[in-house]
């Protein structure tokens, strides 16, 4: 099927949109990585330009700290902020519970560490983002592993029925290295029934750093539609 990007890009708008209005002048804001967290981004820098908003962001990768800086956001660290008032992410599938499958940019860890640190995670996407259920459709969910244990995590994750790939760079030779150092697999289980089950059988794993299933991590989700904006909300156990 093609697929029109001027529609997913305007459904992805749609839901920037509607996050940042979440966004309070004081707040410490987790910015997340990837395509649609940048229009997050870039629409909080316009608040910052029009409205006079003072907030400082904590970047879950270079490549959001950058974009930050372009947008006029100041930034600032966990360790000045371990406490972030709302983050704001993309997301590569969601479900109506709210579980997530993310890490399509390789900042895995990082997402989660400061999704974790947040007392509000807001998720936006376009409608093919939805699902049933995650590893629908063939959707990886990407683990974040040392370099050292790549070989052993490889043979486990094959065990546990994985198809596993090693993420490879584009216009570089050799693998994606994450922000800390690490080797990103892209991994296929198939239609996922039980995420936190398999979450904690993967993070059980010697040398697997991080895996990019999120579950209760996220209390609103805004998912732009041919026909407007859904709203998901779940209250965090």
Same mark, same amino acid.
């Given at each position: ?13 749609? &839901? &920037?949109? $509607?996050? %940042? ?26 608040? !910052?330009?029009? $409205?006079?908003?003072? !907030?400082?962001?904590?970047?879950? @990768? ?15 660290? #966990?360790? $000045? ?21 993310? /890490?399509?940019?390789?900042? #895995? ?7 974790? @640190? ?16 995650? /590893? ?8 974040? %592993? #040392? ?5 052993? =995590? ?5 065990? #546990? ?14 693998? =994606? ?9 892209? %991994?296929?289980?198939?239609? !996922? ?8 059988? !993967? ?5 697997? =750093? ?28």
């Amino acid at each position: 099927m093609k697929v029109n990007h001027d529609v997913v890009f305007e459904q992805k708008q749609k &839901a &920037a949109s $509607e996050a %940042v209005k979440h966004v309070k002048d004081g707040f410490i804001v987790g910015l997340g990585s990837g395509s649609t967290a940048a229009l997050a981004i870039t629409a909080l820098g316009e608040r !910052i330009k029009n $409205e006079g908003l003072k !907030i400082m962001g904590v970047p879950t @990768s270079y490549q959001a700290f950058l974009l930050a800086v372009e947008c006029g956001i100041p930034v600032t660290t #966990l360790d $000045e902020h371990p406490v972030i008032d709302v983050t704001i992410d993309g997301a590569d599938q969601l479900t109506p519970e709210l579980f997530l499958i993310k /890490g399509g940019g390789a900042a #895995l860890a990082r997402e989660k560490i400061v999704a974790s @640190s947040s007392k509000q995670n807001i998720i936006i996407g376009d409608e093919k983002k939805k699902v049933d259920f995650l /590893g629908l459709n063939n959707q990886f969910v990407p683990i974040e %592993v #040392l370099p050292f244990a790549l070989s052993p =995590v490889n043979h486990q994750l094959f065990r #546990l029925g994985g198809k596993t790939v090693v993420r490879e760079g584009i216009r570089k030779l050799g693998p =994606v290295i994450t922000d800390n150092g690490n080797i990103v697999l892209d %991994v296929v289980f198939g239609e !996922i029934k039980d995420p936190v089950k398999l979450q904690l059988t !993967i993070k059980m794993i010697p040398g697997v =750093v991080e895996v990019g299933l999120f579950v209760g991590l996220t209390d609103i989700a805004y998912v732009g539609t041919s026909c407007g904006l859904e709203k998901i909300e779940k209250s965090r156990k």
